[in-house]
Nanobody
Framework: QVQLVESGGGLVQAGGSLRLSCAAS????????MGWYRQAPGKRRELVAS???????NYADSVKGRFTISRDNAKNTVYLQMNSLKPEDTAVYYC?????????WGQGTQVTVSS
C-alpha cells in the first residue's frame, strides 16, 4: 500500500509557474515509477510526466520543455515544476505511483491558469 498526498496547486496567470509536490508513504521501496496525470473538465485523464525508480523521465508532448519532473528520495517526494503555464494546462493534477501492477492515486490538486 502507498499513500500519496499532493500539494502546490492554485491559480496563476498565463506565463507563470507552479510547483506541485507529491509525498509518498507506505511501501515506498516497492514503487516502480511515479508520475503526474491531469484531467480537465469533460476530458480523459492523461499522463503529464513520469519518472522511474532509476530516474528515467517521460513527458507528454504538450508539456515538453515547460514542465520538469524530479524526485527527492530522501524525502520520498516527487515534484512537478511547471513553467510557462498556459490556460490549456488548467486541470486537476493527480499524483500516481506504480507498484508492480497496482496503481495508487493521490486526491488531486487543482491548477487553474488564467489568460
Amino acid at each position: 500500500q502507498v499513500q500519496l498526498v499532493e500539494s502546490g496547486g492554485g491559480l496563476v496567470q498565463a506565463g507563470g509557474s507552479l510547483r506541485l509536490s507529491c509525498a509518498a508513504s507506505g511501501s515506498i521501496f516497492s514503487i516502480n515509477a511515479m508520475g503526474w496525470y491531469r484531467q480537465a473538465p469533460g476530458k480523459r485523464r492523461e499522463l503529464v510526466a513520469s519518472i522511474t525508480s532509476s530516474g528515467s523521465t517521460n513527458y507528454a508532448d504538450s508539456v515538453k520543455g515547460r514542465f520538469t519532473i524530479s524526485r527527492d528520495n530522501a524525502k520520498n517526494t516527487v515534484y512537478l515544476q511547471m513553467n510557462s503555464l498556459k490556460p490549456e494546462d488548467t486541470a486537476v493534477y493527480y499524483c500516481n505511483a506504480l507498484l508492480h501492477i497496482f496503481n495508487y492515486w493521490g486526491q488531486g490538486t487543482q491548477v487553474t491558469v488564467s489568460s
